[in-house]
């Protein structure tokens, strides 16, 4: 059993995506329909599906998505933490077709110009509702915002949060400092996961190899160990770096045959309860 614990997927016909480039290879639809070849060939059974934009639709579209394919296990969702209801709108959403698929909730904090923004009152007031509901809180950050991602996970020791690309780490420039110490004050704190996820995207273009990406996997897997450490895919957007079987190749090649199974399967499989 595989499990690959991040991918996303868009229609252009239904909703741009402002974040992609307009020369981009990206700039065109990726479907569940694309996916499912590339992931069976991989030998990849199950998948988390995450959101890509700030649009409280996309959830629910992604939802119905997990109830059609049964590739997808689980759903990573948005709802606006900065505003009340948050518990009423993640009650809501799991009435809804596929609602038993919501798993986590994300948003995009890297987009964000206060390095704090977890720490602002109405933020945490939402994601305590995200613990409540026993569902995770996925970090995507930039490596500046580390530190408030520890102290928002040791706020709240109820959450389980999971950062999502190792936190972005400076890949492209091969410093590890600060970044790989942000990282480990926040594995240290128990409630908290990383995946192994998105490395190719983060060395400068065309330029990736296994060890220069190395260093930033064996960093948090001494961290995180591999209990707390999940791979997943960042299809498509590993695609302009490496084909979706090069990034399970490079995975396995990072982390050896003796964490396989709880890298590739356990861990995702627990903390998503997939």
């Known amino acids: 059993m595989t499990v690959d614990a991040h991918h996303h997927v868009w229609d252009l016909s239904v909703r741009d995506q402002d974040w992609i480039d307009a020369h981009s290879p990206l700039r065109r639809d990726f479907t569940v329909k694309d996916l499912v070849p590339e992931a069976r060939a991989a030998g990849v059974d199950r998948t988390v599906l995450v959101q890509t934009v700030t649009v409280a639709e996309e959830t629910e579209e992604f ?3 997990a109830a059609d394919h049964e590739l997808i296990a689980g759903v990573v969702g ?3 933490l ?8 993640l009650a809501r959403l799991r009435e809804l077709p596929g609602g038993q698929y919501l798993k986590g909730i994300r948003h995009q904090v890297q987009g964000e110009p206060d390095p704090e923004w977890l720490l602002r009152a109405d933020v945490r007031r ?3 509702a995200v613990a409540d509901a026993d569902l995770v809180y996925d970090l995507v950050v930039l490596p500046h915002q580390l530190p408030a ?5 040791a706020s709240l020791p109820g959450l ?13 420039s ?4 600060p970044w790989a110490s942000d990282v480990r004050a926040l594995a240290a704190l128990p409630n908290t996961v990383c995946k192994l996820s998105g490395l190719v995207s983060e060395a400068a273009p065309g330029s990736w190899t296994v060890d220069g990406l190395r260093p930033y996997a064996d960093t948090v897997r001494d961290a ?5 450490l999940m791979f997943g895919s960042d299809w498509p957007v590993c695609t302009t770096e490496a084909t979706y079987g090069d990034v399970l190749d490079l995975a396995r090649d990072l982390i050896g045959a003796e964490d396989h199974t709880q890298i590739f399967e356990t861990t995702a499989t627990r903390v998503y309860d997939l």
Do not use: I, M, N, Q
């Open 63 to 65: 939802l119905a998505l």
């Open 78 to 80: 948005w709802t606006d």
């Open 82 to 89: 900065t505003r009340p209801g948050v518990a009423d709108e």
């Open 126 to 128: 939402s994601l305590a």
């Open 149 to 153: 991602c520890t102290e928002a996970a």
């Open 160 to 172: 389980t949060f999971v950062l999502d690309h190792l936190g972005k780490p400076p890949v492209a």
């Open 174 to 177: 091969g410093a590890l400092e």
């Open 224 to 228: 995180f160990g591999p209990d707390r």
